[in-house]
């Protein structure tokens, strides 16, 4: 959502600010670094990140089982990436953008 784009550029701004005041890495680079990392976030999880249902429940989930201990069925994306794995590929990549611009 354009809310959301918006929240992650504020906080790539924030991070860097912090970054820079105290030292650690230039202004640019953690901010580039930080929007790239929250935009990756944002497709892998729209596209890749395993989403799943419980019919128990009659709920959107991401886990197998469900917290009720129902099995749950994959609706869409990939059963091997969760939450976890998309937050890294995204920490990943936003610490090699600010490596390469630093």
């Known amino acids: ?14 991070l860097a600010v912090v970054a820079r005041v105290a030292g650690v890495a230039p202004l640019p680079a953690v901010a580039v670094a930080g929007v790239a990392g929250a935009a990756l976030d944002s497709l892998i999880g729209a596209t890749l ?6 019919a128990q429940c009659a709920e959107a989930c991401e886990t197998d089982p469900h917290r009720c201990g129902a099995q749950t069925r994959l609706v869409r994306g ?3 990436i ?8 995204a920490t990943l990549c936003g610490a090699l953008a600010a490596y390469l611009l630093a």
């Open 49 to 54: 990140q395993g989403q799943r249902y419980c």
């Open 78 to 80: 990939l059963a091997s």
């Open 82 to 89: 969760d939450n976890d794995g998309v937050n890294f590929a």
């Open 1 to 14: 959502t354009l809310l959301g784009s918006l929240g992650a550029v504020a906080g790539a701004c924030v």
